[in-house]
């Protein structure tokens, strides 16, 4: 199909008028940070679109349509459209108008899928793991440590479509830094890929260093001299969180090696030494990461052994004492069997010896547990 039947199928779908109303919406207001749990004041997922050519952001005039059908015209430049958690309503017109493959429709629309990249003809789609650092004052059992969201890219010849779900991994700032370099951005849609995967592989860094500062904290509380009495909660708290994390960096390793070393057409040559460069900052995040589990279970083995320590230490008191406390008991029972015929039963000085013999042995074991260590 040519690209202007392309372009009068699209316009005739009834999802186009309103996609026609959102992109007039979004040239009138100002851009949208949809960081902040709030949906868009434009009614629509649609946070941004941009056309850029040789690297320089230019003006956009008239819909949707019409700027993907001027830059395909043209055979310069590329066009970014970025959406927030879209619904299949939404989308459907966006799906037709770039000929996006319906599976990876469905996986952008529906979220929930682990990092992966695949190939739909001339069309990349890449799925990125998005985390952030939870600020808390005091690490519990029931603390959030890790959240996460996603990012799934389409990549093609001339353009780059951004869809994001969850309530950060705003795309905003890194718009505005890859602008600022418009001899990157002049590389095309491949370079904002990049761009986006960098910026995935920054935050992994990012959120492992404010792990540590946890895992530390925790690691610190245990070796206390209240160690044994250290809430273990906190320390599967952090191997849940760090799981979490641990799915997010993990299997992104694969598409990051694809896009540095396999040639891909929507890829420029010179861009793939740029994913070499994310993908060792990837292993890096990956390795952080196996040795925070290891620490972790290290420092829950110690705890434990820790309370094995202290359960022996009160053990060894108690029957400590139950051995002193025995022998009154002992003497007392004896004495308190009522026979008649008992040595020292009628003797004036018995009540003080027996009191006497008692209090003796009492000491003496007590002085030998005291120096035995087991009081």
């Not at 700027?67 to 966006?94: C, M, N, Y």
């Not at 479509?161 to 849609?189: C, F, N, Y």
């Not at 920054?202 to 959120?207: A, E, I, Q, S, W």
Request: aromatic share 6%; with cysteine; hydrophobic share 40%.
């Amino acid at each position: 199909m040519s690209m202007a039947g392309n372009l009068r199928k699209v316009t005739s779908l009834g999802g186009v008028g309103g996609l026609r109303k959102v992109a007039r919406l979004a040239r009138r207001r100002p851009r949208v940070d949809l960081s902040h749990p709030a949906r868009s004041p434009l009614g629509s997922s649609v946070v941004n679109c941009v056309t850029y050519r040789d690297g320089v952001r230019t003006p956009v005039r008239g819909d949707l349509v019409d700027v993907v059908e001027r830059v395909r015209k043209s055979r310069e430049g590329f066009v970014w459209l970025g959406l927030h958690e879209p619904t299949d309503q939404e989308f459907a017109g966006i799906a037709e108008l770039f000929d996006l493959h319906p599976l990876a429709v469905e996986d952008a629309v529906e979220a929930h899928q682990r990092p992966k990249l695949e190939r739909y003809g001339e069309t990349l789609f890449a799925v990125f793991k998005t985390v952030c650092y939870v600020e808390h004052e005091e690490l519990t059992a029931t603390s959030e440590v890790v959240n996460t969201g996603e990012i799934m890219v389409f990549v093609g010849g001339d353009f780059v479509i951004t869809v994001r779900h969850g309530r950060h991994g705003s795309l905003g700032p890194l718009r505005e830094e890859l602008e600022s370099d418009p001899g990157q951005l002049a590389k095309g849609p491949s370079a904002v890929l990049h761009a986006i995967a960098d910026h995935v592989v920054d935050d992994y860094l990012t959120v492992t260093d404010s792990v540590q500062a946890d895992i530390d904290q925790v690691e610190t509380d245990v070796f206390a001299e209240t160690g044994a009495r250290a809430d273990p909660g906190r320390i599967y708290q952090l191997k849940r969180e760090l799981l979490e994390l641990k799915r997010a960096v993990v299997p992104l390793s694969r598409p990051l090696e694809d896009l540095a070393t396999r040639p891909i057409r929507a890829v420029d040559p010179e861009i793939q030494a740029y994913f070499r460069d994310v993908s060792d900052h990837l292993l890096r995040a990956k390795e952080q990461i196996a040795a925070f589990d290891e620490l972790l279970n290290s420092i829950l083995q110690a705890h434990l052994a820790q309370v094995t320590v202290a359960q022996n230490e009160d053990m060894r008191k108690i029957t400590a004492w139950a051995a002193i406390i025995a022998v009154p008991t002992m003497v007392c029972g004896v004495y308190g069997m009522n026979f008649e015929h008992m040595p020292e039963l009628h003797w004036r000085y018995g009540y003080g010896m027996v009191l006497g013999v008692i209090s003796v042995a009492c000491v003496t074991l007590y002085r030998a547990f005291r120096r035995s260590g087991w009081l």
